[in-house]
């Protein structure tokens, strides 16, 4: 019944969603009957993306409309409302007359049923910020403060969720991956090539400036065309199933020397887990030696 979690049923299941991702869902929905609000979700905004997931009481149409157009115009993405991992706020603009003027509200908050909304703040980076957002009904506004003081209780559990979760699926991705990798040089990348993990052998590869280096953070190739080719490979492969190949690169090593073979691999998010994966893993780069594997024959 809507009210009656409790402070600490509420916690224990964020931790368990954390271990269980398909269990987010059911987290929100609590959050949302245990605040009275209308909706929930978990917003994810990127530099050109954005993104609602784990759902309660909203509409599938909407989430698909956010992602692919709404994200660009929602407030929350400007530095005015920038909001804290950690952090409650309520959203005061949705009372402005400016917000209720706007194409945002008219076409996305309106047709919902909503008309406020109270965010929790999960994880941030200089170019991405995830949150908890709860939408309240036109007879609940404003949140009364034993619910405001549940959403404070439970922040800093959320917040650091967030953060147990991204160094678990960072470890899951990299046990997944190279599980099967031994004596391969095997770099994880996020969808703009910045580096998130490299085993031994492949820091040797950098480090020899065999067909490979370091710039910015970032991967890159011996030439600015292979560059562009493997970005383009890892940006692609990050829309694709776990395991789908994605493309191969020839990486030269010089005259009289056979070209190393980087096979791009993509590797799956979990759609309800995505939102706090702001530097989530999206590609593998296997380097693999062609001569040294026919000598080994």
């Known amino acids: 019944m809507a009210g009656t979690h409790s402070g600490g049923d509420l916690i224990a299941a964020i931790y368990d969603a954390v271990i269980d991702p398909s269990r987010w869902d059911e987290v929100v929905k609590c959050i949302v009957e245990a605040t009275k609000s209308f909706s929930g979700n978990l917003v994810l905004q990127e530099a050109d993306a954005g993104s609602l997931t784990a759902l309660y009481n909203v509409d599938p149409f909407f989430a698909d409309a956010y992602a692919q157009t709404y994200h ?80 404070e209780t439970l922040a800093p559990h959320l917040r650091r969720a967030a953060a147990i979760h991204c160094l678990l699926a960072r470890t899951r991705a990299t046990a997944n991956s190279l599980a099967a990798a031994a004596g391969f040089a095997v770099f994880v990348l996020a969808d703009n090539c910045r580096v998130l993990f490299a085993n031994p052998k492949a820091e040797d590869l950098v480090r020899r400036q065999l067909g490979l280096r370091y710039e910015r953070g970032q991967l890159a190739a011996a030439t600015p065309a292979l560059t562009a080719r493997l970005n383009a490979l890892v940006r692609a492969g990050s829309g694709r199933a776990a395991g789908e190949l994605s493309g191969t690169l020839e990486l030269s090593r010089g005259e009289n020397c056979p070209p190393l073979l980087a096979h791009v691999i993509p590797l799956a998010a979990c759609r309800a887990a995505a939102v706090f994966d702001i530097d989530r893993p999206a590609a593998a780069v296997f380097v693999v030696d062609p001569a040294a594997g026919l000598r080994a024959g």
Do not use: H, I, M
Not at 103 to 122: H, I, K, M, N, S
């Open 72 to 151: 660009k115009n929602d407030p929350l993405a400007t530095p005015a409302w920038s909001v804290a991992p950690g952090e409650v706020r309520g959203c005061s603009y949705t009372q402005t007359e400016w917000f209720k003027a706007s194409a945002y509200y008219d076409e996305f908050v309106r047709p919902q049923g909503w008309v406020d909304l109270v965010v929790t703040g999960l994880a941030r980076t200089p170019n991405a910020f995830s949150l908890l957002a709860l939408t309240r009904s036109p007879n609940a506004v404003w949140v009364e403060p034993a619910e405001w003081n549940l959403l």
